[in-house]
Protein backbone atom coordinates (compact mmCIF):
# COMPACT_ATOMS: atom_id res chain seq x y z
CA UNK A 1 0.00 0.00 0.00
CA UNK A 2 1.13 3.42 -0.98
CA UNK A 3 1.93 5.56 2.24
CA UNK A 4 3.72 8.74 3.20
CA UNK A 5 4.66 9.05 7.05
CA UNK A 6 6.07 12.14 8.79
CA UNK A 7 7.74 12.84 12.06
CA UNK A 8 7.60 14.18 14.55
CA UNK A 9 3.79 14.73 14.65
CA UNK A 10 4.76 18.68 16.05
CA UNK A 11 7.94 20.40 16.53
CA UNK A 12 8.60 23.47 18.74
CA UNK A 13 11.68 25.58 17.87
CA UNK A 14 13.12 28.92 18.98
CA UNK A 15 13.25 31.24 16.55
CA UNK A 16 16.77 31.22 14.66
CA UNK A 17 17.39 27.93 15.10
CA UNK A 18 17.28 25.04 12.39
CA UNK A 19 15.04 22.37 12.33
CA UNK A 20 14.87 19.26 10.35
CA UNK A 21 11.62 17.47 9.32
CA UNK A 22 11.52 13.78 8.08
CA UNK A 23 9.41 11.68 5.55
CA UNK A 24 9.27 7.94 4.82
CA UNK A 25 7.58 6.65 1.82
CA UNK A 26 6.37 3.41 0.42
CA UNK A 27 5.33 4.66 -3.13
CA UNK A 28 7.03 2.98 -5.81
CA UNK A 29 7.68 3.83 -8.46
CA UNK A 30 7.36 7.47 -7.69
CA UNK A 31 7.66 10.24 -10.12
CA UNK A 32 8.61 13.36 -7.90
CA UNK A 33 8.13 14.04 -4.22
CA UNK A 34 7.20 17.61 -2.90
CA UNK A 35 7.19 19.45 0.19
CA UNK A 36 4.51 21.98 0.86
CA UNK A 37 3.52 24.46 3.84
CA UNK A 38 0.09 24.84 4.79
CA UNK A 39 -0.16 28.28 7.30
CA UNK A 40 -3.30 27.60 9.62
CA UNK A 41 -6.42 27.54 8.21
CA UNK A 42 -5.12 28.19 4.39
CA UNK A 43 -4.15 25.83 1.64
CA UNK A 44 -0.67 24.41 1.24
CA UNK A 45 1.70 26.23 -1.29
CA UNK A 46 5.14 24.16 -2.84
CA UNK A 47 8.39 24.64 -1.48
CA UNK A 48 9.91 21.92 -3.21
CA UNK A 49 9.50 19.03 -5.58
CA UNK A 50 12.25 16.87 -6.67
CA UNK A 51 12.24 13.76 -9.51
CA UNK A 52 13.84 10.19 -8.63
CA UNK A 53 16.93 12.06 -9.68
CA UNK A 54 17.44 13.80 -7.74
CA UNK A 55 19.08 14.41 -4.49
CA UNK A 56 18.50 18.21 -3.09
CA UNK A 57 16.50 20.84 -3.68
CA UNK A 58 16.62 24.48 -1.86
CA UNK A 59 14.03 27.44 -2.06
CA UNK A 60 15.56 30.07 0.29
CA UNK A 61 16.04 28.47 3.82
CA UNK A 62 14.26 25.37 2.95
CA UNK A 63 16.32 22.35 1.54
CA UNK A 64 14.91 19.23 0.86
CA UNK A 65 16.91 15.96 0.60
CA UNK A 66 15.59 12.96 -0.77
CA UNK A 67 17.09 9.40 -0.62
CA UNK A 68 15.26 7.37 -3.29
CA UNK A 69 17.03 4.25 -2.08
CA UNK A 70 16.23 4.44 1.73
CA UNK A 71 12.70 5.74 0.46
CA UNK A 72 13.46 8.49 3.05
CA UNK A 73 13.49 12.97 2.33
CA UNK A 74 13.90 15.59 4.86
CA UNK A 75 13.42 19.10 5.22
CA UNK A 76 15.78 21.11 6.55
CA UNK A 77 14.56 24.68 7.69
CA UNK A 78 17.77 27.12 8.18
CA UNK A 79 17.32 30.07 10.48
CA UNK A 80 14.13 29.87 11.55
CA UNK A 81 11.38 32.53 11.06
CA UNK A 82 8.08 33.10 13.21
CA UNK A 83 6.45 32.90 9.82
CA UNK A 84 7.55 29.42 9.59
CA UNK A 85 5.29 28.58 11.75
CA UNK A 86 3.30 26.37 9.78
CA UNK A 87 1.92 22.63 9.08
CA UNK A 88 4.75 21.17 6.30
CA UNK A 89 3.71 18.33 4.44
CA UNK A 90 5.34 15.66 2.45
CA UNK A 91 3.29 14.67 -1.17
CA UNK A 92 4.61 12.00 -2.97
CA UNK A 93 3.52 11.59 -6.43
CA UNK A 94 3.63 7.72 -7.70
CA UNK A 95 4.76 6.99 -11.63
CA UNK A 96 1.29 7.69 -14.10
CA UNK A 97 1.28 4.71 -15.86
CA UNK A 98 -0.92 6.38 -18.48
CA UNK A 99 -3.93 6.40 -16.32
CA UNK A 100 -6.18 9.50 -15.53
CA UNK A 101 -5.28 10.99 -12.42
CA UNK A 102 -2.37 12.64 -10.57
CA UNK A 103 -3.64 11.27 -7.63
CA UNK A 104 -0.86 12.90 -4.87
CA UNK A 105 -0.40 10.82 -1.72
CA UNK A 106 -0.13 13.53 1.24
CA UNK A 107 1.21 12.81 4.68
CA UNK A 108 -0.46 13.83 7.19
CA UNK A 109 2.29 16.90 8.35
CA UNK A 110 4.32 18.03 10.70
CA UNK A 111 3.13 20.81 12.60
CA UNK A 112 5.79 23.45 13.33
CA UNK A 113 5.62 26.32 15.99
CA UNK A 114 8.35 29.00 15.78
CA UNK A 115 8.62 30.80 19.15
CA UNK A 116 10.61 34.23 20.23
CA UNK B 1 -1.13 35.31 -13.40
CA UNK B 2 -3.46 32.50 -11.89
CA UNK B 3 -5.39 32.89 -8.85
CA UNK B 4 -7.84 30.33 -7.47
CA UNK B 5 -11.15 31.12 -5.10
CA UNK B 6 -13.15 29.18 -2.87
CA UNK B 7 -16.22 30.40 -1.17
CA UNK B 8 -17.65 30.88 1.31
CA UNK B 9 -14.70 30.91 3.83
CA UNK B 10 -16.11 28.93 6.39
CA UNK B 11 -19.36 27.48 6.42
CA UNK B 12 -21.43 25.98 9.68
CA UNK B 13 -24.46 23.44 8.43
CA UNK B 14 -27.02 21.42 10.32
CA UNK B 15 -26.74 17.57 9.62
CA UNK B 16 -29.43 16.71 6.64
CA UNK B 17 -28.86 20.43 5.04
CA UNK B 18 -27.92 20.70 1.03
CA UNK B 19 -24.10 21.72 0.33
CA UNK B 20 -22.94 23.89 -2.60
CA UNK B 21 -19.09 24.69 -2.09
CA UNK B 22 -17.47 26.91 -5.48
CA UNK B 23 -14.57 27.06 -6.23
CA UNK B 24 -13.08 29.29 -9.90
CA UNK B 25 -9.66 29.47 -11.51
CA UNK B 26 -8.77 33.06 -13.44
CA UNK B 27 -5.78 33.65 -14.96
CA UNK B 28 -5.80 29.65 -17.30
CA UNK B 29 -7.75 28.04 -19.62
CA UNK B 30 -9.13 24.33 -19.67
CA UNK B 31 -7.22 23.29 -16.33
CA UNK B 32 -7.85 20.34 -14.27
CA UNK B 33 -9.36 20.76 -11.25
CA UNK B 34 -9.88 18.92 -8.57
CA UNK B 35 -11.39 18.68 -4.74
CA UNK B 36 -9.77 17.50 -1.74
CA UNK B 37 -10.96 16.95 2.29
CA UNK B 38 -8.51 17.67 5.03
CA UNK B 39 -9.59 16.24 8.20
CA UNK B 40 -7.94 16.78 11.43
CA UNK B 41 -4.65 14.75 11.97
CA UNK B 42 -5.23 12.95 8.26
CA UNK B 43 -3.42 14.21 5.04
CA UNK B 44 -5.17 15.74 1.88
CA UNK B 45 -7.62 12.77 0.45
CA UNK B 46 -8.68 13.60 -3.17
CA UNK B 47 -12.53 13.54 -3.84
CA UNK B 48 -13.59 14.33 -7.06
CA UNK B 49 -11.04 15.81 -10.64
CA UNK B 50 -12.45 16.92 -13.78
CA UNK B 51 -10.76 17.46 -16.93
CA UNK B 52 -13.46 19.31 -18.51
CA UNK B 53 -16.60 20.55 -18.47
CA UNK B 54 -19.10 18.23 -17.92
CA UNK B 55 -16.90 15.29 -16.86
CA UNK B 56 -16.45 14.26 -13.36
CA UNK B 57 -14.24 11.73 -11.85
CA UNK B 58 -14.99 10.39 -8.44
CA UNK B 59 -12.16 9.06 -6.21
CA UNK B 60 -14.27 7.39 -3.27
CA UNK B 61 -17.54 6.89 -2.46
CA UNK B 62 -19.17 9.18 -0.18
CA UNK B 63 -22.28 11.34 0.09
CA UNK B 64 -20.65 14.10 -1.91
CA UNK B 65 -21.08 14.84 -5.79
CA UNK B 66 -19.26 17.10 -8.01
CA UNK B 67 -20.33 19.42 -11.52
CA UNK B 68 -18.09 21.53 -13.59
CA UNK B 69 -20.82 23.79 -15.58
CA UNK B 70 -18.24 26.04 -16.90
CA UNK B 71 -14.48 25.63 -17.58
CA UNK B 72 -13.50 27.10 -14.65
CA UNK B 73 -15.70 26.89 -12.30
CA UNK B 74 -15.70 23.34 -10.16
CA UNK B 75 -18.64 23.00 -7.41
CA UNK B 76 -18.98 20.42 -4.65
CA UNK B 77 -22.28 19.54 -3.27
CA UNK B 78 -24.42 17.75 -1.03
CA UNK B 79 -28.19 16.95 -0.74
CA UNK B 80 -27.92 16.22 3.05
CA UNK B 81 -24.95 16.56 4.92
CA UNK B 82 -23.57 13.96 7.72
CA UNK B 83 -21.73 14.91 10.09
CA UNK B 84 -18.85 13.14 8.74
CA UNK B 85 -18.46 15.49 6.05
CA UNK B 86 -16.83 18.24 8.37
CA UNK B 87 -13.33 18.93 7.35
CA UNK B 88 -11.35 21.60 5.40
CA UNK B 89 -12.39 21.32 1.76
CA UNK B 90 -9.34 22.13 -0.85
CA UNK B 91 -10.16 23.07 -4.65
CA UNK B 92 -6.80 22.90 -6.41
CA UNK B 93 -5.80 22.55 -10.32
CA UNK B 94 -3.07 21.55 -12.87
CA UNK B 95 -1.99 22.49 -16.15
CA UNK B 96 -1.83 18.68 -16.50
CA UNK B 97 -3.64 15.65 -15.21
CA UNK B 98 0.14 13.78 -15.07
CA UNK B 99 1.84 13.88 -11.74
CA UNK B 100 4.81 15.39 -13.28
CA UNK B 101 2.86 18.73 -13.16
CA UNK B 102 2.28 21.60 -10.09
CA UNK B 103 -1.22 21.24 -8.52
CA UNK B 104 -2.09 24.88 -6.66
CA UNK B 105 -4.62 24.80 -4.03
CA UNK B 106 -7.07 27.31 -3.13
CA UNK B 107 -7.67 29.03 0.31
CA UNK B 108 -9.97 26.54 1.50
CA UNK B 109 -13.50 26.03 3.48
CA UNK B 110 -13.73 25.20 6.69
CA UNK B 111 -17.17 23.19 6.72
CA UNK B 112 -18.45 22.45 10.35
CA UNK B 113 -21.52 20.31 10.33
CA UNK B 114 -23.68 20.29 13.63
Known amino acids: KNQVEQSPQSLIILEGKNCTLQ??????????LRWYKQDTGRGPVSLTIMTFSENTKSNGRYTATLDADTKQSSLHITASQLSDSASYICVVSPVNYGGATNKLIFGTGTLLAVQP | SQTIHQWPATLVQPVGSPLSLECTVE??????LYWYRQAAGRGLQLLFY??????ISSEVPQNLSASRPQDRQFILSSKKLLLSDSGFYLC?????????????FGPGTRLTVT
Open chain 2, 27 to 32: GTSNPN
Open chain 1, 23 to 32: CNYTVSPFSN
Open chain 2, 50 to 55: SVGIGQ
Open chain 2, 92 to 104: AWSVRLTGDYEQY
